[in-house]
């Protein structure tokens, strides 16, 4: 599976951005996808997932309350709309899936085979 992830930009501290991740290719029905990005300096970090056929939702500490995972009605995009920006969510995204991720993977971004090119978020204070 390919996948491509937009929808980054420039926005103000308090703002809102919704990225998609756009999936091409066979998407298996246990499949997860979820949301990762890589601040400045920092390593990859899992910030929502959720899965190809099923409403479970996965966040992290900074991401829950503010982000929402969701999938289109194909099943072959996944958005993740954020509310509320910090200057500190400035990173740059990246969508990510794999048909073999389980719910004790799922924040872990060695599970996960296929990624995306990245879109860049940036927050201005």
């Known amino acids: 599976v390919q996948l491509q992830a937009s929808g980054g930009g420039l926005v103000q501290a308090g703002g809102s951005l919704r990225l998609s991740c756009a999936a091409f290719?066979?998407?298996?029905?246990?499949?997860?996808v979820g949301w990762f990005r890589q601040r400045p300096g920092k390593e990859r970090e899992f910030v929502a997932s959720t899965y190809w056929t099923d409403d479970r939702t996965y966040y992290s500490d900074s991401a829950k309350g503010r982000f929402t995972i969701s999938r289109d009605s194909t099943k072959t995009t996944v958005y993740l709309q954020m509310n509320s920006l910090k200057p500190e969510d400035t990173a740059v995204y990246y969508c990510?899936?794999?048909?073999?991720?389980?719910?004790?993977?799922?924040?872990?971004?060695?599970?996960?085979?296929?990624w995306g090119q990245g879109t860049q978020v940036t927050v201005s204070s």
């Open positions: 290719g066979r998407t298996y029905s246990r499949s997860a």
């Open positions: 990510a899936a794999d048909n073999a991720v389980s719910m004790t993977t799922m924040t872990i971004k060695a599970a996960y085979k296929y």
